[in-house]
């Protein structure tokens, strides 16, 4: 080809790229979901905002209130718009959520954005992968969270918890009408010391050493928790490779400029946390395998899940040399994901059960006069003890489903097919609003968006009430939250210790919640409440 035809394509480079950008604004993100789309006809919102669809709303409101107001209006299926002509469907009924949850999971995996987030900062392990790799790992993870192991680990939770009851103890001392204390904070610092001595039988102590590295870094990076940082993040990973340079040395090293870039100077303190907290969890793992070289007989002791790993990992490689065992990296984003995943939810289902009790005096003091006899007789109960306390059980149900920790999740239809009779393109996000579903009213009746521990109360369950769909804060199906039965063990264990030794109110008048909307729901305001000491 001569160079002066070389010359004339490249010249119209520019128009095409403009001609495509056109396109694509015209047909794609205008004409298409008005006119062509098969999901035109799914109820739902006015589109909004062509460039934006109902993305602002969205991050800008409290989260899931958007969505319940949108299913109130038009039903258990509705379609919104996301960035750029993006069309989403938001999912509530229990045969739906069966068919993507439970049977046909592998057609409908997490989608990439959210994978690419959670990699990011819980690592790359049960939280990212799907499929047969999933199944895998899913299988090698399972004996860690079996209730012989869980009872086992129960006695674990009470160094920290009679940490935090001391604290406060001492604090109040001099404080007869009580004080304020930001109960989000605490409740996050007795989560992290027992999560980290759970999964890698490490005593972080940030109770009494707020200092502590683990803590600070892991402060750091939920300080950055919001809608707004969160939207940010999702354009950024959206870039090939930047998962990866996030986490890097390379970015470590040069985080200062890109503190100084504008929009996402945020970004410097999350490579900071991020790589702080790997730093860390590296040096665990290798006093681990280390443990395990000198002291075999007091590694079968250890009932953390890292040791359980190392001891896997050590059996499969002893009964076959030439089998390709988990690489050291690859562990560390199994604990990194145990450590992510079950210290802020778990913090924050506390802190919004202090929040909904500190506001119906009739449930806490029903629940003082439960736990205090048990907490008299043995300030240590044991797994099946905390698990027989009808109240605390009926107050941890309801407070998880009114306000659940994780308040939405998100799958991506991998194939075309018919979902509640509606024929889903493949590529379509779906969105599954756990705080909506928790809520419905064609289940829960009118008073479902109230706290009402007594629902749960033998007899009281609605008659269309299902135990697997209807209360969905762990969600359901072969990516259910593997940690739930520890996280509800655990919420109980510091739930009776507060109750029986403290009375909770709101901090002043008129205080409202605040849930961010972010992964998790946590409380913006970091939770104030007035806590007064129990007369004895
Ligand atoms: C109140 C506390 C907790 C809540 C509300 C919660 C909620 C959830 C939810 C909703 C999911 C599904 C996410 C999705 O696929 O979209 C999930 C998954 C997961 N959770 Fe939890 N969680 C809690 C505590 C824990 C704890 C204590 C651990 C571990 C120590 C844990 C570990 C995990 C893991 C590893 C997954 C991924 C499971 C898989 O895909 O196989 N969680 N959790």
């Not at 128009?15 to 035109?40: K, Q, W």
């Not at 047969?132 to 790992?137: C, G, I, N, T, Y």
């Not at 980290?196 to 402060?219: I, Q």
């Not at 909904?356 to 048990?374: C, F, H, P």
Request: proline residues 7%; hydrophobic residues 40%.
């Amino acid at each position: 080809m001569s160079s002066a035809a070389e010359f004339l394509q490249l010249r119209y480079i520019p128009y095409l790229a403009a001609g495509y950008a056109i396109y694509f604004f015209l047909y794609r993100v205008v004409l298409y979901p008005r006119y062509f789309s098969p999901l035109r006809k799914v109820p739902g919102p006015p589109l909004g905002n062509p460039l934006l669809g109902h993305y602002l709303t969205i991050v800008k409101s409290e989260s899931c209130i958007p969505q319940r107001e949108w299913t109130k209006a038009h039903g258990p299926v509705v379609r919104m718009m996301g960035p750029l002509g993006a069309e989403r469907l938001i999912f509530t009924s229990p045969e739906a959520l069966h068919q993507i949850m439970v049977k046909d999971w592998i057609e409908n995996p997490r989608p990439s954005f959210m994978r690419d987030v959670l990699g990011l900062v819980a690592g790359y392990g049960l939280l990212t992968v799907t499929g047969d790799a999933h199944k895998q790992l899913r299988r090698s993870m399972n004996p860690a969270f079996s209730i012989p192991n869980l009872m086992a680990q129960t006695d674990m939770y009470y160094e920290p918890i009679e940490g935090l009851v001391e604290i406060l103890n001492t604090q109040l001392k001099a404080e007869p009408a009580g004080k304020v204390f930001t109960m989000y904070e605490w409740m996050g610092k007795v989560t992290l010391d027992i999560i980290c001595e759970t999964a890698f039988g490490y005593k972080t102590d940030c109770l009494h050493n707020p200092s502590n590295e683990l803590a600070v870094a892991f402060e750091q990076l939920l300080s950055l928790q919001d809608g707004v940082n969160l939207a940010k993040l999702v354009a950024v990973i959206s870039i090939p490779g930047a998962p990866r340079l996030l986490t890097s040395d390379f970015l470590f090293r040069h985080r200062a400029w890109v503190g100084r870039l504008p929009v996402i100077s945020t970004l410097e303190h999350l490579i900071d946390s991020l790589h702080r907290i790997r730093t860390i969890s590296r040096k665990m793992l290798r006093e681990k395998t280390e443990d395990l070289s000198v002291a075999p007989e007091d590694m079968s002791t250890k009932k953390d899940i890292m040791s359980l790993l190392v001891r896997a990992r050590k059996a499969e490689l002893d009964a076959d040399p030439s089998v390709e065992a988990m690489s050291d990296t690859a562990m560390v984003d199994q604990v990194l994901t145990f450590l992510a995943a079950g210290h802020e939810t778990t913090a924050t289902g506390l802190s919004w059960t202090l929040w909904l009790l500190a506001n119906d005096q009739e449930s806490q003091r029903r629940l003082r006069e439960e736990v205090t006899l048990v907490y008299k007789a043995n300030p240590r109960p044991d797994y099946r003890t905390l698990k027989s306390l009808q109240w605390l059980d009926c107050v941890v149900n309801e407070s998880l489903r009114v306000l659940p920790p994780v308040p939405t999740t998100f799958r991506m239809a991998d194939k075309t097919d018919y979902i509640e009779g509606v024929l889903v393109p493949k590529g379509t996000v779906l969105n599954i609003p756990i705080r909506v579903i928790n809520t419905w009213r064609q289940v829960w009746g009118e008073d479902a968006e109230e706290f009402r521990p007594a629902r749960w109360l033998t007899g009281n369950l609605p008659k269309a009430y299902n135990s697997t769909f209807s209360n969905f804060s762990f969600i359901a199906g072969p990516h259910g939250c593997i940690g739930k039965t520890m996280a509800v063990s655990e919420m109980k264990a510091v739930l009776l210790a507060m109750i029986a030794n403290f009375e909770f109110a709101p901090a002043y008048r008129g205080q409202v919640a605040h849930p961010a909307t972010a992964i998790t729901m946590k409380p913006e305001d970091n939770m104030p409440l007035r806590v007064t000491r129990v007369q004895a």
